[in-house]
């Protein structure tokens, strides 16, 4: 029986870069190489596409994989039947592939686009498909969406790139009319926490606003829930299932990007501290984003849980979650019974039903 080919795709030119190297490291460090024919390919800051020739992983989040003497330059032809070709001198090897893991966190790779190459290619892949991953990265669609299926949310603002530059002092005014400090700030295409701030001041506010508009034209800004940050795994086509509840104690005033992926202030909880009752309440409500959103594969979907009332409040959700070697989605589905090799079958084994 012939062995399946996986392109595993990381890194990207968004910000979230970084992590996505880990994501891949981890990734294939778990994955059944006696399985599956494995071609990483990499993608740099510039948007270089290269197919990596080494075997070392660890050499993804520090860079070196760059400079592996077997590397060669490598894409992914909209030409169904090309698959993947790489670039040898003035020779193309042109590989098959069945699947494609695309680890790419953010812009180009979560949000769409790498999506509608790979739905071109009719190459299956891992994750959702174009509209619901481009309604999940915008989080304004995604507000929009969760609004009409009547989950709970925090109440919300769009502001625009543009408000910022002559009408400032008006927008400030129209959030301190709306909302009382704290708020968080976010862009709408973002993910990790990448360009989120909480204001707790007018001047706060102000500087978040401007920091979130270095990386998108949409912000959005939200009221402040006090309550236990709260993360579920979903996973499925037509008859998609959530994980056990996991918990996040950043150690810090919010769970942002340092806390993920750079300090160790942060601590897990799987099960989540809430009532059994609860964290029902909860996974339902993360079945109900995931298909109201369209998602198929994977995503993961986080809520707040109040801590007066332990009302349920949905906060995000993710259709590439982190996938390093402490991420909470592969660690949720591993307290639900599935460990990590097989929780990347399960997946694969979803992206080829997808396209049946």
Partial sequence: MRKLSVCVLFGGISPEHEVSLRSAESV????????????????TKDGDWILYGGTDYSKLPTGEWRSCPNNRRAAISPVRGQGLLSFEGDCVVRERIDVVFPVLHGENGEDGAMQGLLQMAGIPYVGPHVAASATAMDKTLTKLVVDSVGVPQAAWQLVRRGELDNRM??????????????????????????????????????????????????????????GREIEVAVMGNGSPVASVCGEIDSGVEFYDYDAKYITDTSTAYIPARIPGDVEEVVREA?????????????????????????????????????????????????????????????????ALEACQ
């Fill in 28 to 43: 294939l460090n778990h994955i059944d190489h006696s399985k599956y024919n494995i071609f990483p390919v990499g993608i």
């Fill in 169 to 226: 002092e008006n927008t400030l005014d129209t959030l301190e009319f709306r909302f009382r400090y704290p708020m968080f700030v976010k862009p709408a295409g973002t993910g990790s926490s990448v360009g989120v701030s909480k204001a707790k001041d007018r001047e706060g506010m102000r500087q978040a606003l401007l920091k979130a508009a270095e990386y998108d034209e949409k912000i959005l800004v939200e009221e402040f829930i006090h």
């Fill in 286 to 350: 993360a079945v109900k984003v995931y298909s109201a959103i369209g998602c198929q594969g994977l995503s993961r979907v986080d809520f707040f849980v109040t801590y007066d009332e332990n009302r349920v409040v949905f906060n995000e959700i993710n259709t590439i979650p982190g996938f390093t070697s402490i991420s909470m989605y592969p660690k949720l589905f591993e307290a639900s019974g599935i460990p990590y090799s097989k929780l990347i079958d399960e997946l694969i084994e979803l």
